[in-house]
């Protein structure tokens, strides 16, 4: 009201060529706007528009380093872009998701989300919400039903049990993350599939399902480590549950790699100052975030793909110190990882 009284122009004068119609007497609407410092309202311009510059990012576990590392990747991109990012916790609990998702239905402009599961269920609510989105590591439905940025979980699990085999080891202890989510599932999959590839029929004992948390690789470990044939070594398939693993396997005084052999899959920000060093696979994880992000931008931008897109990006294995042949096993280990076989006489 004061930026047209001091223009000389109506109200309707000002909201229009603020939004960027042409009016008259406009240069006395942008001398009156710098004049009285007016900043336009942001939420009344996104009732008009529909449009609020905000993008949600849900994840599963904002205490994860992964997850941190992605957002980190996204929220690059997206202040190039003059978004603003509004950041949920799912907590891995399907019912908290839908209650997150419920609460932002209409005020975003898109959406990134990692799923809990990947039950079809979810992807109805979604396609309700009628933005583009973008899944983070995770599906939900059918494999193609959004626009999906993920790693190669199965192929990082499958080096990662190669590898152990490679060095000697037959019995491999697995601690799984929830098979109802996409790594989860996969990163078993790739496991099981190695061993059996291997010729290693896998004792039911030495599977382990966790929850991606802390506690549920510190006690999946201590049952491993309890059974009357223990592991010779053992695959974490998370950063989370690899930390409970090293906690327990310090608390039961369990030397790695002199008595077990240890890999997991994302690396720790310590991994390589740790002692031994951890073995690990390794994603890209800012770049997953990032690439979700333009993927995003895109379609909000007006460019949606004909199809829904499916990107896999690539997993590594980071050998360092924490895997050695197992005890006993007659070999002979030279600097990282490389191993072999002594004669007997």
């Known amino acids: 009201m004061d930026v047209a ?8 004068s000002v909201s229009r060529h603020l939004r960027g119609h042409n009016v008259r007497r406009a240069e006395a609407i942008d001398q009156a706007v710098a004049a009285l410092a007016y900043r336009p309202s942001i939420a009344a311009r996104s009732l008009q528009s529909g449009v609020t510059r905000t993008i949600g990012v849900v994840v599963p576990d904002i205490v994860n ?6 957002v980190k990747g996204a929220e690059l991109v997206s202040r190039g872009a003059a978004y603003t990012l509004v950041l949920c916790n799912t907590d891995e609990d399907p019912r908290r998701e839908a209650k997150v998702l419920e609460s932002l239905d209409g005020r975003i402009d898109g959406l990134l989300l990692g799923p809990v599961t990947e039950h079809s269920e979810t992807t109805e609510g979604l396609r309700q919400m009628g933005i583009p989105i973008v899944l983070i590591d995770r599906r939900v439905g059918t494999p193609m039903g959004f626009d999906c940025v993920l790693v190669d979980n199965h192929g990082g699990a499958r080096r990662a049990i190669e590898y152990l085999v490679g060095l000697g080891h037959r019995r491999i202890g697995l601690i799984s993350g929830p098979l109802e989510s996409t790594p989860g599932r996969e990163r078993h999959e790739g ?11 896998q004792e039911p004992d030495l599977i382990q399902i966790g929850d991606f948390r802390t506690p549920g690789g ?15 070594a053992i695959f974490a398939a998370n950063n989370m549950m690899t930390v409970g693993a090293l906690r327990a396997f310090h608390d039961t005084r369990v030397r790695v790699p002199g008595e077990l052999s240890f890999v997991g ?44 897109r499916q990107i896999i990006m690539e997993t590594t294995l980071k050998v360092r110190g924490s895997c050695g042949p197992p005890r006993g096993s007659g070999v002979v280990r030279f600097g990282d990882g490389d191993a072999v076989a002594l004669g007997r006489r």
């Open 191 to 201: 496991a099981i599939s190695a061993l059996k590839d291997a010729g290693i029929e």
């Open 5 to 12: 009284a001091r223009a000389g122009v109506s109200i309707a």
């Open 265 to 308: 899959f994302d690396d720790l920000l310590l991994g390589d100052l740790l002692e031994p060093g951890l073995t690990c696979v390794d994603r890209p994880t800012e770049e997953q975030g990032a690439l979700a992000m333009r993927l995003l931008l895109g379609s909000l931008d007006g460019r949606p793909a004909s199809e829904p």
């Open 65 to 70: 380093p992964y997850f941190a590392a992605v």
């Open 218 to 232: 510190y006690q999946a470990a201590l049952r491993l480590l309890a059974l009357s044939r223990p592991p010779t």
